[in-house]
């Protein structure tokens, strides 16, 4: 449960934190976010995470709130006063307050912080991990700026909405080639019958996940294949494994797409050790 949450300065009561009805955010989707994995209270690629928060900042051209280092704080603080010990921080940057207009306000308009921080059950987790998730491929339908890590997420609400209905746990996006961009809250992987490790190079229409970065150090360290080009769904399909990765739930099986099983219809063996792996590599930040 969410006890405290930080907003523009001070740490409110959960029932009394609450932005302004003109804040951007709101209006305009007008604002970027990170989500960042806490393990054994402390937070997980830190460094990273901030990093992309200030490029999707720069990107739109919202001024940053506060450096690097208070922003660290202040994530620190709503774990350590939510008493967080597995879970996630988030935290959203919006354009700020203005009487409705679309062009961005002056510079007098400071930019809206807010940061929450919530638990999880990490025991759910390691059981959806430990069966696998099936994935709904769809046709893409976010803007073309996919690599900004914005709020404007109803598309992917959408997305996974369709995909529930349909019995899966995250929607795949594909483009007009029939190759896979992302899933709708995860970077996409598969492992190909020979044994690499394929996922999509960056670009405008996807985001540079931060759990994708930090297994790309992984796969340096123990020397494994790996190719960064687009994938199609038929190829996925074929693959011998295929897993998601995100901060909230670092590598995660894919076991079905669509219809079709992938490789046994188990998660596969070097997808679960790149799981059990992945906190080697990842930093840790305390508080
Ligand atoms: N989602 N692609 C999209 C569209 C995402 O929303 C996310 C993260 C990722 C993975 O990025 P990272 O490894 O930095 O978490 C890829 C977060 C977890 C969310 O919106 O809840």
Known sequence: MTRIVYVNGRYLPYGQAAVHVEDR????????????????????????????????????????????????????????????????????????????????????????????ARSNN??????????????????????????IKTVMLLPACLAKEAAKASGAREAWFVDADGNVTEGASSNAWIVTKAGALVTRPLGPELLPGVTRATLLDLLARENLSLQE??????????????????????????????????????PGPLTLRLRSSFHQVAAVSGR
């Open 25 to 116: 955010g709101f209006q305009f989707a007008d604002a970027v976010y990170e989500v960042c994995e806490v393990k054994n209270g402390s937070l997980i690629d830190e460094k990273r995470h901030i990093t992309r928060l200030q490029r999707s900042l720069a990107e739109l051209m919202i001024p940053a709130p506060a450096g690097a280092w208070t922003i660290g704080h202040i994530m620190r603080q709503c774990i350590a006063r939510n008493r967080v010990r597995n879970g996630v921080v988030y935290l959203q940057v919006t354009r700020g307050e203005a009487a409705r207009d679309f062009s961005f306000p002056g510079a007098d308009v400071a930019p809206t912080l807010v940061c929450l």
């Open 122 to 147: 990490p025991g759910k987790t390691e059981a959806l991990a430990a069966a696998g998730i099936a994935v709904k491929t769809m046709p893409e339908s976010r803007w073309a700026r996919c690599d």
């Open 229 to 266: 080009r687009p994938f199609s769904v038929a190829e996925a399909k074929d693959a011998r494994e295929a897993f998601n990765t995100s901060a909230s739930a670092t590598v995660m099986p894919v076991v079905m797409i669509d219809e079709t099983s992938v490789g046994d219809g188990k």
